[in-house]
């Protein structure tokens, strides 16, 4: 799939073919304010083909942590629906939401998702046991290689630098191959080159039949997306 750049195209057209890795439709979502209902997402459609890398972008409060909590089944939606991979994660209980997150998600954020009293493999090996496909030893061990990190695999979470930190929580994201990874400002805490570094490594070893939706405030980020979707105000603009 081509790179499109910023300026080229900012939509969430369907994409016209092929199995939908996520299909997000009709997304409302309405919250309490005193006595006031304040719409956080109002009727916000969105569809990831397999390989395809989305960026969402807005200004603060526009929606876009709403969307990833109902995207990742860590809320629900008060209307529509999400599916990943032809399955629906939303209204499920919280037990089969976390089931399915596990199963089928992946979820980066700018912040360490690692545990600490586990070192570098043993996260990989805590997140792909989540998988349902059997990951070996030797598969987790060539992830790490090419975050560059086989040398830090014993390390201890807290001994690691920002940019290994980073590498680390995207190797821990893609451990086992999920269908859809959910990236919350990945690169947030990390340089410009280390932006740029992450970014290949996010393309080159997203899964064939997976897909990324990354929400973000770096123009070189959302440049290096397939396609663009624009929040403002809970709506798609």
Excluded at 45 to 61: K, Q, T
Aim: proline share 5%; no cysteine; net charge negative.
């Amino acid at each position: 799939m081509s790179t499109t750049t910023l300026n080229e195209i900012e939509s969430i057209s369907t994409p016209a073919a092929g199995p939908l890795v996520l299909q997000a439709s009709g997304l409302h979502r309405f919250f309490r304010r005193g006595g006031e209902e304040v719409a956080a997402l109002r009727d916000v459609s969105i569809a990831l083909e397999p390989g395809e890398m989305v960026a969402v972008v807005g200004p603060s409060g526009s929606g876009k942590s709403t969307l990833l909590n109902l995207l990742a089944g860590l809320d629900d939606p008060d209307g529509g629906s999400v599916r990943v991979a032809g399955r629906q994660i939303s209204h499920q209980s919280p037990a089969a939401q976390a089931r399915l997150r596990g199963e089928l998600i992946g979820v980066l954020t700018q912040t360490s998702g690692l545990v600490e009293h586990l070192d570098v493999i043993g996260n990989l090996r805590l997140a792909a046991s989540f998988r349902p496909a059997a990951t070996s030893s030797r598969a987790l061990t060539e992830l790490l290689r090419e975050v560059e990190l086989s040398e830090r695999a014993n390390a201890r979470p807290s001994t690691l630098s920002g940019g290994e930190t980073a590498r680390a929580n995207l190797a821990v994201a893609l451990a086992g191959g999920p269908r859809l990874l959910l990236a919350d400002e990945p690169t947030a805490e990390v340089s410009t080159a280390e932006e740029t570094a992450l970014l290949e490594l996010l393309r080159r070893l997203q899964p064939a039949d997976g897909a990324t939706l990354l929400v973000t405030h770096s123009p070189g980020v959302a440049a290096a997306a397939d396609r663009i979707v624009r929040l403002r105000d809970g709506r798609v603009s």
